[in-house]
């Protein structure tokens, strides 16, 4: 495989709006107001080879990052197992707890394998993926707990199944819902350079899913030994239920709610994040609501229903994945255009097929290490052009551009030894 150098693509910088017309919104994902448009930064024409950077933004107010969040995160988690532990120890005792937590590892490792396999092209900080997780195991769990007495006392007293049908059907999916997208909405307020689309909330959404369903299938499997007559059976009947059948039913509910945050993340704004936080619940409540509800003819409902959502949800994914990389492509065009990409850079790095030939062709030169870090490095770059063309927080974003177009020449040198 070859590499070029920088030069131009397409001739010279054309204007603003010429750009808007050429295909800046290639897609209906990350459309760009034309008034917020600006091209990227410099002149090939007056320096070929040579692109230039416009001095740093005025210098903006040091923050602290996600330092607070995760900070914040740990010490609730903390606290959360204090009230887990004691809790799943007296439902399942120390025999069930072993077994339904390594029986839970199965569905969950289904679960976040998924998650990777959405998060390739532009992998979310791990620090990040684990303060979802742990929001999911331990703290939404812990919300749980604290607000059911509540739906309880409200709940219809006339039968026992009365009971358990509004605890299934009404509690279980407003209390759920409402403390698995608490930390999606925290991730969006305090963590938005990162969570800034649709395909950002369904990553972090099917991670506090996945939490989520990891500690209730703990409950869930470990009661089946403590209470049953049968434990083995019984543990098998509802493991293929919960583990095989339907191991993404929680990241589906919960998913719904942060594709909805992730459009309202483009939006940079935070009265559209909170707004999209009570929208994105309606179906997440909704979903969760029919699943429940599912009762003697359940597979006949798990099937016509159910597989279809399903099915629904996984070609959404891959749409989405699709449109991620034709946006990738059109902002690394727009680097070209101004002289840092070559055309066949532009081909390498912003498709899959580019990106595997890459991956091939650095490990037979002993180069695999640095071509992962030019892909990931250019992916971070169009992500920061798609913050600058949003219209929000514009400086802080273009400081971020600036050091990552200072580190290109070095990145390509690494490459091409």
């Given at each position: 495989m070859t590499m070029n150098r920088p030069g131009h693509y397409?001739?010279?910088?054309?204007?603003?709006r010429a750009l808007m017309e050429a295909g800046a919104n290639p897609t209906w994902?990350?459309?760009?107001?034309?008034?917020n448009y600006r091209p990227a930064p410099g002149t090939p024409a007056e320096a070929p080879g040579h692109p230039w950077l416009p001095p740093l933004p005025p210098a903006q107010r040091r923050t602290t990052g996600?330092?607070?969040l995760l900070l914040t995160g740990g010490i609730l988690a903390?606290?959360?197992l204090l009230l887990i532990v004691p809790f799943l120890l007296g439902n399942t005792g120390v025999a069930g707890f072993g077994i339904g937590f390594i029986a839970s590892l199965l569905p969950l490792s289904t679960v976040?394998?998924?998650?990777?396999?959405?998060?390739?092209?532009?992998?979310?900080?791990?620090?990040?993926l684990a303060f979802a997780f742990t929001w999911g195991a331990a703290v939404s769990i812990a919300g749980t707990l604290l607000i059911q007495p509540l739906f309880a006392v409200a709940a219809p007293r006339t039968s026992e199944?009365?009971?358990?049908?509004?605890?299934?059907t009404v509690e279980a999916p407003i209390v759920e819902e409402f403390t698995k997208s608490l930390g999606l909405l925290l991730l969006l307020l305090a963590a938005r350079k990162y969570f800034d689309g649709p395909v950002d909330g369904v990553v972090f959404a099917f991670t506090i899913a996945g939490g989520f369903a990891f500690t209730e299938n703990i409950l869930y499997f470990g009661r089946e030994i403590a209470d049953s007559t049968d434990p083995g059976t019984d543990l098998v009947r509802i493991f293929i239920l919960r583990g095989i059948m339907s191991p993404f039913a929680h990241a589906i509910f919960t998913g719904t709610t942060g594709l909805i945050m992730g459009f309202a993340a483009r939006k940079w704004h935070t009265g559209y994040s909170v707004l999209a936080f009570f929208l994105g619940l309606l179906p997440a409540m909704f979903l969760h609501n029919r699943w429940n509800s599912m009762g003697a003819d359940f597979l006949v409902q798990y099937v016509l229903v159910q597989v279809p959502i399903f099915l629904a949800a996984a070609v959404g994914i891959i749409l989405l994945r699709v449109a991620e990389s034709k946006l990738t492509r059109q902002r690394l065009i727009e680097y070209a255009r101004a002289g840092w990409f070559s055309p066949v850079e532009v081909d390498m790095l912003a498709t899959a097929r580019g990106r595997r030939q890459a991956i091939r062709w650095a490990q037979s030169r002993g180069r695999e290490a640095a071509m992962r870090r030019f892909v990931k490095a250019a992916t971070a770059l169009a992500c920061t052009r798609q913050r600058i063309l949003s219209g929000r927080d514009v400086?802080?974003?273009?400081?971020?551009e600036r050091r990552q177009l200072g580190d290109v020449p070095g990145l390509r040198a690494a490459v091409l030894g």
């Open positions: 397409g001739g010279p910088q054309p204007d603003p994902f990350g459309r760009v107001d034309p008034r996600t330092m607070p903390f606290a959360s976040l394998l998924t998650v990777s396999f959405i998060d390739r092209w532009e992998p979310e900080p791990k620090r990040l199944a009365d009971f358990r049908l509004f605890m299934a400086h802080q974003h273009q400081a971020d």
